[in-house]
Structure formats: C-alpha cells, structure tokens
C-alpha cells in the first residue's frame, strides 16, 4: 500500500508539462470551506502554488489561504503565550523544591515550545521543504482528470469515498486510499471504467518489517520493528500514478472529492526490500486514454495498467 507520497503540488507546472487547466473554483471551495473550519488537511505546498496570484480567482484563493493562516498564527501565539506561562511557573517551583509534577510540566510546557514555534515557523517560512509536498491518508492533493475534454486539475483527498456510499465508510474502510487492482471490478467496480485520475508523484514511502527488509527471519524472543522506507524510480522522474476518483455528495453536507491510488504486485526491486504492493505509474502516451475510460472495454484498461511504466526503485530508510 502507498501510505504516503512525495507529490508534484505546484499547478503551473501541470499546466506546462500537459496543458491542464486549473479548477479554481474547486480550490476555492476547499480553502473557504477550512478557512469556516473543516478539518481538510492540506499539505503547504498546495498553498505555497497561490503565492503569486495572477487572476482574480487566484487572488480570491490567496485570500482563503492568508485567512486561515492568519487566525492559525493568532491560535498558536496564544498557546505560545499559555506554554512560557506555565513553563515560568514550573521553573520557579523547582527552585524552590523540586517535585515530580513541577519537572513533568517543566518537561512538557518546553515540548510544547517547541512544537509551536516549529509550526508558526513553517506557516511563516517562504523557501520550500521536501515534506512541503507530502501527503498521507486523508490528506489532499491535486489530481488531473477529463473534463469535457480538457485535463483539469482538482484538489482531493487521499482516502476514496465512493459516491452513495455512507461517511461512516471512511471508518469501516479506512485503506481505501489504495485500490487493489485485483478488486477493480469488485469493491472499486462503480469506479474503474467511469472516473479515472492521475495523481503526479516523485517518490512513494512504505511500512516495512525491518527484519524482511534484512531479508531474515525475526529471531526468537525478537520484537520485530516497522520502519519507513522512500522509494524513488531511478532515473529520477514525475511518475504518472493511476488513480479511481469520486464526487460524493449527500443532503446538508459539503461535496466531498476524494481518490485513491491503484497499487499492483510489487516489482522485485520492492519486494526484496519488504513490501508487498506498487503504485502503478502509467506511460505519458496512454495518459489521456486512462483519463477517458469506456467501461464497455475493461480489457483496454488492464492493457494501460500492464503497459506500464517500469523504472528501478531504489530505497533508503526515511528521514
């Protein structure tokens, strides 16, 4: 499974490399809808493409983002302010005798310091991180569909929600982030052959046993350890990563677009390294193919999925 991804964030890039167009009022959507106080979770790279507006739609997006930021700033020097607080008053129990209470708030008043600056350090950084562009399960990002036949780029999250299908199943199935292939015509059925996505990614990263990545048995009385690896094709390029997407909508609640990658038998490469599924990056010349699926045609579809692009995917522990 594709439990996170480094992702290309950045829509002007989308509209160089494939004449996309952008789906601004989608964009504005979700961020109006977090600046009134959803909880979408948007990685700061998806904010960071708004930086220099060159319309009025984009100007309104940028408007949208500077709100949310700004009420964030104002939230986290509160508790800036509450942490010093208790830290000052931690730090002058102890002088006068020290306690076990008086050391535990000491210990996370200063935690908590740190924590805060960090995030009003990023909320305020303009350079660009690497973790900028990450995205993990219930996280969005932008994915290009066909629309009229146009590419369009649309922000979703990273946990499919299959149209007419109950919230609840965010609960019940919380792995659909990933669509097995071999459950394409069955769970995911309402989607393959209708709406297809394609989300751009550089790198992808995956729980692992340490011990199957050792290639060795766990040892008897050994508690075996999960570690994180990242995966990146080599030579180093934007992947194609084919996705199921859907529109949820129900009375009284706020559309919802939420995708979900496909992920196949591992390469060996993978395999050997611990894990047991792959994303599948499709080729740029089947890209508007996938993107206009006919479900009368299914066989067309596996053909695209097999066809694939095939690059090695070499692997390090994650930072």
């Known amino acids: 499974m594709c439990y996170s991804a480094q992702i290309q964030a950045d829509y002007r890039k989308f509209v160089r490399m494939f004449g996309a167009t952008m789906s601004l009022k989608e964009f504005a959507r979700l961020f109006f809808e977090r600046a009134e106080g959803s909880k979408a979770k948007i990685p700061k790279a998806m904010e960071d493409a708004f930086s220099e507006p060159q319309s009025d739609a984009e100007r309104e997006v940028k408007a949208l983002i500077d709100r949310f930021n700004a009420e964030q700033v104002a939230k986290l020097e509160q508790d800036l302010f509450k942490q010093r607080t208790r830290l000052a008053d931690a730090e002058r129990s102890l002088q006068t005798k020290v306690t076990k209470a008086a050391a535990e708030s000491q210990r996370i008043a200063t935690d908590k310091i740190a924590w805060t600056r960090g995030k009003l350090d990023d909320i305020q950084r303009t350079e660009p991180k690497a973790p900028d562009s990450r995205i993990f399960p219930g996280h969005y990002a932008p994915v290009m569909v066909m629309e009229n036949g146009q590419r369009v780029i649309k922000p979703m999250r990273y946990q ?40 751009v990614v550089n790198a992808f990263y995956e729980n692992v046993s340490r011990a199957k990545m050792e290639g060795r048995n766990v040892a008897k009385g050994e508690r075996d350890e999960n570690v994180v690896l990242e995966f990146r094709p080599n030579p180093a390029h934007d992947m194609l990563v084919a996705c199921l997407w859907s529109r949820w909508s129900a009375p009284g609640e706020p559309d919802l677009l939420s995708f979900a990658a496909i992920t196949d038998e591992p390469p060996p490469e993978i395999s050997a390294a611990g894990h047991d599924r792959c994303v599948i990056p499709i080729k740029p010349e089947n890209l508007d193919a996938w993107l206009n699926p006919n479900a009368s045609d299914l066989a067309a579809l596996y053909a695209i999925l097999d066809d694939r692009d095939r690059p090695y995917y070499e692997h390090r522990l994650a930072a």
């Open 160 to 199: 499919c929600r299959i149209a007419g299908k109950p919230a609840s199943y965010d609960v019940k199935f919380p792995g659909t982030y990933n669509a097995r292939r071999d459950s394409l015509e069955g769970f995911w059925k309402p989607l393959f052959g209708y709406s297809h996505g394609i989300l």
